[in-house]
């Protein structure tokens, strides 16, 4: 089994802030696709099912590379994967921006997918590593906000794509990408352990405490959101650009709210913040999805784009709690929460195309609502300093 390096004394900020860099640049590339969707289905003639599909086999090439990357975390080392991941982030954002048809662009989005699927379980590990004993809380909120980051530069790519063209995007997403894989050459982890090459599926970690959190954030990440623009165009009547600008300011929220949720499980433990955080999430959720256009909704859409994001540095902590660096309970656990959200998507899509987006989408954006009645009201705290 994969097991932990030791964790520094002292912090490694500098390095922390390159491995945090680097998860913005493969989310960068992960999430190009939602906010110039309605370009692209103009351009190719997608249907919402179509887009479904899209989001969905992006998210399940992200949860296939977890495991995949959870596996070879102990052989290869996390530089190494953190290196292979960034690089299919290259090659996918410059298929998608090269290509001249919707199956190529859903081919690049596996290579996208599969990117951001090897670097997480290598930066996940290197966090507690680079981060020290005593500030965990702190670092998984911080690599949360590199998420949210990326998530912000994946809105605002799609708005210049809005105005200069959707391939700019993925154009740009490429360079980011690129640049980091020069940068991450010169990063310095703990040596790989030299563990065989093992695909085991834990149980705790497919079924555990991290995947109910992380899949309840999966199903409003990966299903509800990637909807968002297409819902704004459609049905409140919202140009590409200014959809993309509201999916942009929802972004921007997530690393607010990213930084009080890792101070929050400093203070009270990552079950209290789950619990708030999913009833902020369903109420912001509904309104959103029923109010008419207007700036009550757009504010609505918003903070529950930026509050769904808050719940990956939860789930992070438990599972960091939990596996410690054995890479494939990482992995898995990663895998298992991306595969509920591949569901999701291509469900939303589907059931969509019948029902009508805004009831899918609502059904979608109570999820959350779980967190606050099936988890306890008083555990005990998961330690941040053990």
């Not at 945090?20 to 997608?46: K, N, R």
């Not at 990408?177 to 982890?189: E, I």
């Not at 695909?199 to 199903?219: N, Q, S, Y």
């Not at 805004?358 to 959350?368: E, N, Q």
Request: contains cysteine.
């Amino acid at each position: 089994m994969t097991t932990a390096a030791p964790l520094d004394a002292r912090p490694r900020w500098a390095a922390f802030a390159l491995v945090c860099l680097a998860y913005l640049a493969v989310t960068a590339g992960e999430q190009g696709l939602s906010p110039v969707m309605p370009d692209i289905s103009a351009e190719f003639g997608v249907s919402e099912g179509q887009s479904g599909l899209a989001f969905g086999l992006l998210a399940l090439s992200i949860a296939v590379a977890n495991i995949a990357g959870g596996a070879l975390l102990g052989k290869l080392g996390a530089r190494t994967l953190m290196l292979c991941g960034l690089a299919a982030t290259v090659a996918g954002a410059v298929l998608a921006a090269i290509t001249n048809g919707f199956g190529v662009l859903v081919a690049a989005q596996v290579l996208l997918g599969a990117g951001a699927g090897f670097y997480f379980p290598a930066g996940l590990q290197a966090v507690p590593y680079l981060s020290g004993a005593g500030r965990r809380g702190l670092a998984m909120g911080l690599y949360g906000v590199a998420f949210s980051g990326g998530l912000l530069v994946a809105a605002l790519l799609g708005a210049l794509g809005a105005a200069q063209g959707w391939r700019v995007a993925f154009w740009c997403a490429a360079g980011l990408a690129g640049a980091a894989f020069v940068a991450t050459l010169t990063l310095r982890l703990a040596p790989a352990t030299g563990d065989p090459v093992t695909v085991r599926f834990p149980r705790k970690a497919v079924l555990g405490l991290p995947t109910f959190i992380g899949g309840i954030a999966a199903v409003c990440q990966y299903g509800a959101i990637p909807f968002l623009t297409t819902f704004a165009v459609d049905e409140w009547g919202l140009r590409a650009g200014q959809a993309a600008a509201l999916l942009a300011v929802g972004r921007v929220l997530s690393i607010v709210a990213k930084l009080v949720s890792g101070a929050g499980m400093d203070r009270s433990g990552p079950i209290a913040s789950a619990r708030t955080t999913g009833l902020v999430i369903a109420a912001t959720g509904v309104l959103w999805v029923l109010l008419p256009a207007g700036a009550p909704a757009y504010v609505c859409a918003a903070l529950f784009a930026g509050s769904v994001s808050s719940l990956g540095p939860i789930s992070n902590f438990v599972a960091v709690d939990q596996f410690g660096g054995d890479g494939p309970s990482l992995g898995a656990f990663r895998s298992a929460q991306i595969g509920i959200g591949a569901a999701a998507g291509w469900l939303i899509g589907r059931i969509g195309e019948t029902v009508g987006l805004r009831w899918t989408l609502l059904a979608a954006s109570v999820s959350p609502l779980l967190l606050v009645v099936l988890l306890p009201r008083r555990v005990r705290a998961v330690a941040a300093t053990d």
